[in-house]
């Protein structure tokens, strides 16, 4: 039997075309490396994940354990606990002036199977949604895994990478079905003029907001596509503003008419979001506005230091993000090939940044520097990136 046993042979598995499509995420490649290097003994700075160092505000943590210990353990409701979706409403009311039916709102475990959902419930094989380049790694993925294509509109750094209405207007056809933004943006922390945004809302095809930095806004007023348009699906969480990543909470807002498709969809891919971490959310938005702005004023810190810096070793930084907590600058005369130049850096250096090329063609030659991390470690990257293109040059 013994013998049997290792004479097996293992057979070839199939893989789908679809899933064999699906891009690496290279932040996430830059990271696992890092943590590599880190566990044979390096000392690594990370710059390379939108990944908040502060800690989850106390009222969030004790809203969980509150929650846990009463029993809030069950299935909810799949759209989420109405408490949760009221208190949403009750927010975007707060900030932005609107009047939203929460039974417009999704809650799930993060924006991302929300987005997913969002695309399969837009998209026929072969429909379009035109996607700014560079934008969020991910976008694409999401679009051409239920059968999409993503038309990838190339942007200017000095629009900080941001669409401009009028050449998305040019690109919308037949196929189009729908338009994305990401504002304020990851990778280049860019804020949508107000005067654009209201121009997108406009166009004749659903405008898809990713909203998850809002409130990580530091010039400029920050606006919601819900306010130009009542058809927009807008796409929130938590990870960000409250530094609540690895709680997984997330929504969206959408037209009245696509919610029971989505809520099928939600029913049968993902039950429903956490229980208990729903309650969180609700004591985030109710009681943790001081912690966000004093988040808010510390990254706001680092965005003046690091882009000072950067610009000082010589990388380009055309325009100054206004939000979210990422610097997307130029090393393209440094290398072209910014993969390599990120694994370069992180090899000899310790630093992990992300390499632009993860967001589109776009941004090619570009780095990703992330600054939610603490002053000391970004002051520590820097002056070992100083180092390291002095030694290259």
């Not at 309650?279 to 702005?293: D, N, P």
Request: net charge neutral; hydrophobic share 40%; proline share 6%.
């Amino acid at each position: 039997m013994e013998a049997e046993k290792r004479l097996l042979i293992p057979r070839t598995i199939p893989l789908s075309r679809r899933a064999r499509e699906v891009t690496p995420f290279l932040a996430m490649e830059i990271m696992e490396r890092a943590k590599v290097l880190e566990a044979q003994g390096h000392d690594i700075v990370y710059l390379c994940l939108g990944e908040p160092d502060f800690p989850t505000p106390t009222p969030v943590i004790d809203a969980a354990i509150r929650s846990l210990r009463s029993g809030e353990t069950t299935y909810t409701h799949s759209l989420g606990h109405i408490e949760l979706r009221q208190e949403i409403a009750a927010f975007y009311r707060r900030r932005y002036g609107l009047t939203i039916d929460p039974g417009r709102i999704i809650v799930s475990s993060g924006t991302s199977p929300l987005m997913l959902l969002l695309f399969a419930a837009l998209l026929n094989e072969g429909d379009e949604v035109i996607v700014p380049d560079p934008s969020y790694a991910c976008y694409p993925n999401f679009i051409r895994f239920v059968g999409g294509v993503p038309r990838l509109l190339r942007t200017r750094e000095e629009d900080g990478f941001q669409p401009d209405p009028t050449e998305v207007r040019a690109w919308i056809s037949s196929r189009t079905r729908g338009v994305l933004i990401n504002s304020p943006s990851n990778p280049a922390g860019s804020v949508i003029p107000t005067s654009w945004l209201a121009k997108l809302a406009a166009l004749p095809v659903p405008l898809i907001s990713d909203e998850i930095y809002h409130g990580l806004t530091y010039e400029g007023e920050e606006h919601s596509a819900l306010e130009f348009s009542p058809d927009a699906f807008v796409l929130g969480g938590f990870s960000k503003a409250y530094a609540m990543t690895g709680w997984r909470l997330g929504f969206l807002i959408a037209p009245s008419q696509s919610i029971r498709v989505l809520q099928s969809m939600h029913q049968n891919f993902l039950i429903s979001a956490n229980n208990f971490v729903q309650f969180a959310g609700i004591a985030a938005l109710r009681e943790c506005g001081a912690y966000v702005a004093r988040m808010r004023e510390e990254y706001d810190r680092r965005r003046r230091m690091i882009v000072g810096r950067l610009r000082d070793l010589g990388l380009g930084v055309r325009k100054i993000p206004e939000g979210a907590f990422y610097v997307l600058a130029d090393a393209r005369h440094i290398s072209a090939n910014s993969r390599s130049l990120a694994r370069e850096i992180l090899e000899s250096t310790g630093v992990a940044v992300t390499p632009g090329i993860d967001f589109g063609e776009g941004a090619e030659g570009f780095l990703r520097f992330s600054y939610a991390n603490s002053p000391e470690n970004i002051g520590k990257a820097l002056d070992r990136l100083g180092a390291f293109f002095r030694n290259r040059s």
